[in-house]
T-cell receptor, first 113, second 113 residues
Framework: KQEVTQIPAALSVPEGENLVLNCSFTDSAIYNLQWFRQDPGKGLTSLLLIQSSQREQTSGRLNASLDKSSGRSTLYIAASQPGDSATYLCAVRPSNYGQNFVFGPGTRLSVLP | GAGVSQTPSNKVTEKGKYVELRCDPISGHTALYWYRQSLGQGPEFLIYFQGTGAADDSGLPNDRFFAVRPEGSVSTLKIQRTERGDSAVYLC???????????FGNGTRLTVT
């Protein structure tokens, strides 16, 4: 059974810092991995989707990498801003367990002005 | 264009009552997912529809939970004889086929008193 973990559970940084969020998954046989952002009381907003054949994806100040063999993905946020404060979740689409995504518990990020 | 719409945004019901939660996906999205999210946790898969049929309902916790998508668009999640443990945010997501991103609604916060 696929399991997804995220470390740290919470992170607080001063504005302007670059930071890395980590996601680990137990089964390397995946179709893709997606990073989401969730603001309090809201649904999830898709940030980046990495296919199993890709090693990274970039969008603006965000860069996500994927290392399938080690079961890891990282989300790099450059020049963090207070508006980046939110919970960041990763989710993997397993190859052998149907079509659903398996989510990690998220990392709660606070960017202090 | 319009995103995924979920109604109601909040629902308070008494233990033992029946509730229906509605999801209106993005037009043209054939895949529809229901997830349940408890405080501080990542979303937990409930059911996945491809068109009108439930392709994977392995996440439904018991037979009190049922979901339909009769015309391949709007979906309704139905919970019978609600229990306090059913209290959570119920999230709906849709996507096109294949390796495409999930798009989430803002969820329905269900509180069973």
């Amino acid at each position: 059974k696929q399991e997804v973990t995220q470390i740290p559970a919470a992170l607080s940084v001063p504005e302007g810092e670059n930071l890395v969020l980590n996601c680990s998954f137990t089964d390397s046989a995946i179709y893709n991995l997606q990073w989401f952002r969730q603001d309090p009381g809201k649904g999830l907003t898709s940030l980046l989707l990495i296919q199993s054949s890709q090693r990274e994806q970039t969008s603006g100040r965000l860069n996500a990498s994927l290392d399938k063999s080690s079961g890891r993905s990282t989300l790099y946020i450059a020049a963090s801003q207070p508006g980046d404060s939110a919970t960041y979740l990763c989710a993997v689409r397993p190859s052998n367990y149907g079509q659903n995504f398996v989510f990690g518990p998220g990392t709660r990020l606070s960017v202090l002005p | 264009g319009a995103g995924v719409s979920q109604t109601p945004s909040n629902k308070v019901t008494e233990k033992g009552k029946y509730v229906e939660l509605r999801c209106d996906p993005i037009s043209g999205h054939t895949a529809l997912y229901w997830y349940r999210q408890s405080l501080g946790q990542g979303p937990e898969f409930l059911i996945y529809f491809q068109g009108t049929g439930a392709a994977d309902d392995s996440g439904l916790p018991n037979d009190r939970f049922f979901a339909v998508r009769p015309e391949g668009s709007v979906s309704t999640l139905k919970i019978q004889r609600t229990e306090r443990g059913d209290s959570a945010v119920y999230l709906c997501a849709s996507s096109t086929e294949g390796n495409s991103p999930l798009h989430f609604g803002n969820g329905t916060r269900l509180t069973v008193t």
